[in-house]
């Protein structure tokens, strides 16, 4: 039988030989000479070959591979090295492999079972743990004792298995007794490296969590992906026992070859007739109004907020600089609103149209559940590396419900992959950086339950300015009492429930998420010379309206930053994106700053004034607050140089002699001076500044 197996190796050694050096493309080309060519200028050690192109070769041979991969991979790698031996005589005796890419059918990760012991499956999904790299002996020399003999053990050109098993006799004197050690330093080692792979988030049927299985990466597949990367693998299923004793084993996957995504969802085909579709639909004239009407059309008005979340599924297009210096394209939108308004149903209505999509509440989320978490592996102590929703949503949309009642500590985390669209990661020595390129879609309620119009929008709000200001469009959603309107919610809420065909979207789900997959991955939309002439006359008339305060002297209210500028030529490329165009239009450009537009009216409104500050998120404090706070400031420092204090009456006195201010915002100053440690307190209400103290 051992014979009639190598005779079987022999002839599927052959047969790879003649396929690697004769196999033409469609163009005649020797496609597998030039890149075994390729391989060896390069220095690498494996060549990547199509399964498609071993099936037309030869169909036995492709349904052995499936069937028999251990032994007809060994005969492929021979075949390799004998090829790269005939025509390169000095790179003899070194080992080459070849890497199978392309199966016909993809195994799905929940559905791997005993029956795929042994055999060659495709599996896609995402990689969640990350081990270190190690070095795995595949070959041990032994000395005996005895005779002094140094020998390679096995002897065969099977590797070692899970463990070291010593040889029983001495192959050189034939002997059994004396001891066989060890030599490490002439025994063959390879890298090796232990992963864990997760079904995507789209692939998991509801309510069900999802399953991932381990894959074991060798030589130079270690290292070739990072967690949060969505990965295609080709590999052997193999058993592992975790327990001597025990009669149940583990499965897992031994890589033959891993493929990364690059390009945004990738891994989603879209057919001829796809793409036929999804450019009829963008012909028609109305293609903008009828995707914002088919995103949660049981949830009655909202058009701003609707439009919103279709250009944040859309997205702008990711820029990078010759400086390296990258512009993100992700759009991020929060909303802010009273209890009951359908915050949460928008945000699911969402994450099932996104192509690509994780849902998180805030209550539920951690740091580390949100970014990226170094955990220890309690067999062996080591740490690996954990990917968090963020960084799982890579390329798509990361939804936060309930996001005022995160913990502080965990908010911050946030901050990095927002604006930066990567989560870097040093911790029990694991340096990483991964990647978030994600769109963020967020809700919270007020700080106290239900929204105050008397109180500005950063009262109202439990988020720092840190997170706010990097949102492209908040809006609040407030419970509005209107007769009128309230007539017309009963009517479709009835309506939902008894006709349910009035419901109906204009475009289904599944088309519109293939439309958006089109978009993100084909169009880029490029600015036209009127776009930028309206976007720029915007901002500067947006920022000429400081100039009449600062004429008054004092501070002045800041409209608008740059901040705010990116996010505009970002919604508007988002608009181009709607209707498939190259380039964005003038009506892009308009679209985009009436949303910028009332989202400054309705947020970055300072209350006394009543001018647009945009410092209300950036800062957390609008102009007229802080003109307050330095008024007070500057009548603390003139007592405390003299060495004095002064009480609160006398600053409230000071203050509104001069200013129309109420008692209680001066007093609200003053609080928020001192608990900032701007001025110290020297004995009940008398206060100094810090530097006199």
């Known amino acids: 039988m051992a014979n009639e197996a190598s ?9 790879f030989k003649d396929f690697i050096a004769n196999f033409r493309d469609e163009s005649g080309k020797l496609k597998y000479i030039e890149r075994l060519r390729r391989m060896v200028n390069l220095g690498a050690r494996s060549i990547i070959i199509e399964f498609s192109d071993i099936y037309k070769y030869d169909t036995e041979l492709a349904e052995r591979l499936i069937d028999n991969p251990l032994e007809v991979l060994r005969a492929a790698d021979e075949a390799l090295k004998e090829l790269v031996e005939l025509e390169y005589s000095e790179l003899k005796d070194k080992k080459y ?18 029956e795929h012991i042994g055999r060659f499956i495709q599996i896609e999904g995402i990689i969640t743990r990350m081990h270190p790299v190690r070095s795995r002996m595949v070959k041990a020399v032994f000395r005996h004792e005895k005779c002094g003999s140094e020998f390679a053990w096995p002897q065969d050109e099977e590797e070692l298995g899970e463990r070291i098993e010593k040889p029983g006799i001495c192959p050189i004197c034939g002997e059994s007794g004396g001891k066989f050690i060890l030599l490490r330093d002439k025994s063959t080692f390879i890298d090796w490296q232990k992963i864990t792979v997760q079904e995507k988030p789209e692939d998991v049927p509801g309510g069900q969590m999802p399953r991932s299985v381990e894959v074991q990466l060798s030589e130079d597949l270690v290292d070739s992906a990072r967690p949060g990367d969505r990965i295609t693998i080709v590999g052997i299923v193999k058993l592992y026992n975790p327990s001597e004793r025990s009669p149940f084993y583990e499965l897992y996957i031994d890589a033959n070859s891993i493929r990364v995504s690059e390009r945004v969802l990738e891994e989603v085909v879209l057919t001829r007739e796809d793409e036929e579709k999804i450019r009829e639909l963008s012909r028609d004239p109305w ?41 993100r394209g992700d759009i991020h939108v929060l909303f802010i609103g009273d209890p009951g308004v359908a915050k949460s149903q928008l945000l699911q209505a969402a994450s099932r149209i996104a192509p690509r999509a994780i849902f998180t509440t805030g209550k539920g989320s951690t740091a580390a559940g ?10 062996t102590g080591e740490f690996y590396l954990e990917a968090g929703a963020l960084v799982l949503s890579d390329g798509g949309v990361a939804v936060i419900d309930e996001i005022d009642k995160m913990e502080k500590e965990d908010r911050v985390a946030i901050h990095e992959a927002m604006e930066q669209q990567y989560i870097s990661i040093s911790k029990a020595g694991i340096i990483a950086r991964l990647n ?11 700080k106290l339950g239900v929204y105050d119009p008397q109180r500005s929008f950063i009262d109202n709000v439990n988020l720092p300015p840190t997170i706010l200001s990097r949102f492209d469009l908040i809006f609040v959603i407030r419970d509005i009492v209107s007769i009128a309107r309230d007539r017309q919610l009963v009517k479709h809420i009835l309506g939902a429930h008894s006709i349910l065909e009035r419901l109906k979207p204009e475009i289904d789900p599944e088309t519109l998420r293939k439309y958006i997959i089109y978009a993100r991955r084909y169009v880029k939309p490029k600015l036209t010379p009127q776009a930028k002439k309206l976007i720029e006359d915007f901002f500067v008339e947006m920022r000429s309206t400081a100039l009449q305060y600062q004429a008054q002297g004092g501070q002045a209210p800041i409209p608008i930053t740059a901040r705010q500028l990116e996010s505009i030529i970002r919604l508007a490329e988002a608009n181009a994106k709607m209707a ?39 800062t957390g404090t609008g102009f007229t607050l802080r003109r307050l706070m330095t008024t007070i400031m500057d009548i603390i420092k003139r007592s405390s140089s003299e060495g004095k204090c002064i009480k609160v009456e006398d600053i409230v006195y000071e203050v509104t002699s001069k200013h129309k201010v109420e ?21 009940s209400g008398c206060y100094s500044m810090v530097e006199a103290a």
């Open 580 to 618: 498939l165009r190259d380039e964005v239009t003038e009506e892009d450009a308009a679209a985009a700053i009436r949303l910028m537009t009332s989202y400054l009216q309705s947020v970055g409104l300072d209350i006394e004034s009543g001018a647009i500050d945009v410092s209300v998120i950036m």
């Open 287 to 327: 293609i903008k109004e009828k995707i914002i009407a088919s995103i949660a059309p049981s949830i009655y008005g909202y058009w701003d907020l609707k439009e919103a979340i279709a250009l944040l599924l859309f997205g702008g297009v990711p820029k990078i600089l010759p400086d390296m210096t990258r512009i």
């Open 97 to 114: 492999h070849v890497r199978i890419v392309g199966l016909y059918e993809t195994t799905k990760i929940r559905d791997i079972r005993s």
């Open 436 to 446: 978030s390129r994600t769109s963020i879609l967020a809700a919270g309620n007020p």
């Open 370 to 379: 949100l970014t990226a978490a170094v955990l220890r592996d309690p067999k």
């Open 7 to 15: 005779l079987l190796e022999v002839a599927y050694t052959d047969k």
């Open 663 to 683: 008692k209680y915002k001066i007093e609200e100053v003053i609080k928020r001076l001192f608990q900032e440690g701007y001025i110290i307190e020297k004995r």
